[in-house]
């Protein structure tokens, strides 16, 4: 196990959420829970994160800004989706504004359920990324490498 | 020994070529043979400088002192016609005032006085002289540049290029009069043409701005040559003989005698080196065309105020009144440095850390013990190449994008990336450590510490030099902000200014990999020959500034290794989508632009309250130093 | 008298100091908030990963201006700790943050952009109590050279206390702890984001914490030279300073600016002004 999974960064952004996973996302780094014990941090900006986790499904106002963040975050790095709003859309699934989940604009790695998800279950989620992470950073070393993504 | 008058006869004569020659190409020949002649004569004076002490060289030819007075008479008559067309009673009455006492010294004390008046050198004439020489010169090419496009730029600013040109030489004329001159009425001559010129230059363009400012500048170096002239009444007095009407003589008469007349000389220094109270006509000195305000700032002009302050440091050390005049330069340095904050006109920031760096100098002077003299003449050096460097680029930049705002500066690495380095080697060499200013403050700290009341100059510095770091800083910052849209605009720039650019900045980094040599052969004999004793910094330290030098010069390499590897990303912009002109859609859907300007804190180091503040903290302090001289003197 | 074997150990041991004093402190700061608390070892994990991660810059000459950071923290403390010139060693650590300023303005973000600004601010808060700090070493030592402070048989705190105390207010602004920690933070900074490091990522932001690190080796060994004359109780002090500037970061919330500015400069002036004062009237009445 390399330093990469000792020391996850996440970027924490609420989509279309209801606020209910954010408060547990947030609970995560609470005495009680203490995230930073595996080493995680909340940072607010893409350019450090190794982890993007997204709590709301995706509507017309958000996309170009998850679709951005997810852009602006160095390889290699895994989506969490926390919540089933996220997961799939959830109850808003059929709403006018509601795209769908996460992984109808950007590839998630870790689908955690729940509404709202349990602080638990999302350190589980991202516990499980770290594994994704890892598997991502050997596909990058390897000599034929896959162009990441689009430039706008 | 000819050089001496040649060097000041011949920028006189090339000056009398250029007012007679009204086409353009032959006056680009001109200029750039005299500019080379004047730079190779001066580089001359390097090899005939005697080691020891200074050399004299007598003029034996009676009626140049009787010319003189008949020019200033002119030169006072002209001023007061023009003060009459323009109504300014104030100048007209200084004019009196000093025509009154140059008469009176002419008519009963100048009768006894018997000396041969002579031109002297010294190894600190010469390094004024290299400066004069080199620098000056290379603005007078870079103006053949400048004013081309000046003229075209400004359709309402009659063409008096000849005129122009006639001053700018001229005033290299009288600054090497300044420097080489031994005997003080000759001194005073030349100290009042460089007032003169620096007058006519001023009001170049004719506008009432242009035409006030001048005037200010005026009724400020009166003021000065005003003191001047009641030194030398006050020298014949004492020795009608008149051999205390020379700088060496009188220097080495001792706190006693050359007391009076060397507080009444500083203080004519103080004006002309814009110190506050008198900061005000160097600010409103930048209505002039760029090249005036780079000369007067580097090689002419404010560096004869610094450069008979720091002749006289030996007599001033010690003094009361000598350590007040090191107060009103350490006051200066620091309430400009903080001035320069709140600016955003590149050429007035410009101005206040010129303002600034003039009051460290004399603060050195004035306290004036070896080591601090040291300091002061590495100030006087460093100071002219890297200031005249950044005048230049500002000029260039001014008339590429049309602005001297340093807010429009944003992203000038991108638009014109040669000038924008030389711009950022100039700031450098003005505040960053391995580069010479900042070996002088350093020396300057390690010196005042031993000397008396030292230590309110130690605080000046720490906290007047941290200033210093913040608005160089923002400006280097603004110039290199890689704004990701832009077009280049750096092509037709006149190839003369690409001389001078180009030369200055070479010089600005070869000063400082030359420093211990130009110590140990030009500023250390000096102030041995003055003091008896002198400072050096120790070799360790020049080893060490050396190699990081030498490492900030291998560091841009790196870029090399760089180059292709990485991926670009836009910056962040909190998810916004963004166009690469950094447009966005902002709340409400309205369309907005990326504008990022700096900081100048208005409200804490605004021009009009510390300006207030300086002013009458070191007119209260000359008002002592006054007082303090009047007790002496009766 | 330049000690190239400590600049050799410097260069060398001081990033396992520095990460191990990061990761003492984060965990210390856990500890307060009534937390675990990362591993001791977190920070090195950090800049592993930090390493392992692509490269993406805004504007490549992002790199030169990172690497020159890092290039003249490691120089500036190197000839700090082979006993130089404190005033050269000083300017030389204000040459290498403003390479950390230029990078933040070069990428011509919003975020960066406030933070290069901030930073600059705290450069002109902490700067004149540092010259003030190595000035009354040398009134009390007679020498500016870290080695012949290091070698002074004078206990330099009993002279200069109000100096330390000026000392210790700035040097929570270099620690980048709270209140002072403008520019940005080791914690969560939303406000401006992360300021100056916003645009550093993957292997360059590795580089700029190995920078910090070395920077706090640097100021922890400016503690040390206060209380140089007896090793014990320097190494006391550095502890007891750093325990309380932990103290006082989880203590304080974030101060503006202006009182930033203030706070430091009428400290810089009141303690380390007035102590200097009297030790310089003294050694001109009294000589020592």
Known sequence: MSTLSKSPWILHYDASSCNGCDIEVLACLSP????????IINTGNPKHADVLVITGGVNEQNREVIKNLYHQMPDPKVVVAVGICASSGGVFRECYNIVGGIDCLIPVDVYVPGCAARPESIIDGIVKALSILEEKKEKMALPVRVASGGEQ | MITLPFLILFPAAVAALLLLVASDSWRRLIVKAGAL????????????????????????????????????MVIAAFLIYLGIKYKKYLAIFLVLAQAALLVYFETTAAAGVHTVPNLFIDQFSLIMALIIGIIGSLICVYALGYMSTYQEHHPDVRDRRRTFFFLMFFFLSAMFGVVFSNYLPWVFFFWELTTLCSFLLIGYS?????????????NMNLLGGLAFAGALLYLAFVSPGGQLLEISTLIQSGHVVALVPAVLIAFAGITKAALMPFSAWLVGAMVAPTPVSALLHSSTMVKAGVYIIVRFAPVLTGTMEGLIIGLVGGFTFLLASAIAISQSNAKKVLAYSTIANLGLIVACAGVGTYKLVWAAILLIIFHAIAKSLLFLCVGTVEHRIGSKDIEDMTGLIVRMPKVAV???IGIA????APFGMLISKWAAIEAFIEAQFGLIFVAILAFGGSITVLFWSKWMGKIISVCPVATKVENGIPREKWIALSFLTAMTVFICLAFPVISSHLIEPFVLSVYGQTARLSQDNITIMAMMLFLLMIMPFSMLWYRKSTKVVPPYMAGRPTTPDMHFLGSMGVQRQVNLGNYYFEEVFGEKRLFMAGTALCFGLILLMGTLTAGVAL | MILLENALLFIILAPFIGGLVAGIDRKLTARMQGRVGPPLLQPFYDVGKLLQKEQIVVTPSQHFYILSYLVFIVVSGALFFAGGDLLLVIFAFTLAHIFLVLGAYSSYSPYSFIGAERELIQIIAYEPMIILSAVGMYLVTKSFFVWEIMGSSLPLILYLPGVFLGFLMVLTIKLRKSPFDLSTSHHAHQEIVKGVTTEFSGPMLARVEIAHWYENVFLLGFIYLFFAWSPPVAILA????????????????????????KSSWIIAGMMGLVNLGVLYYLSAVVPV
Do not use: H, Q
């Open chain 3, 238 to 261: 550095i502890i007891i300073v750093y325990l309380l500037e932990i103290l006082v970061d989880n203590t304080f919330s974030r101060a503006t600016w202006k009182f930033t500015l």
């Open chain 1, 32 to 39: 009680l829970y203490d995230v930073e014990r595996f080493g």
């Open chain 2, 422 to 424: 030389m711009m950022f």
């Open chain 2, 206 to 218: 004719g506008t009432g701005e242009a035409v006030n400012n001048a005037f200010l500048a005026l």
């Open chain 2, 429 to 432: 060499g003005m505040f960053l």
């Open chain 2, 37 to 72: 002649i004047i730079g190779i004569a001066s580089l001359y004076l390097l090899f005939i400088t005697p080691e020891a002490g200074p050399e004299f060289f007598p003029v034996a030819f009676e009626p140049l002192t009787g010319l003189m007075f008949l020019a200033e």
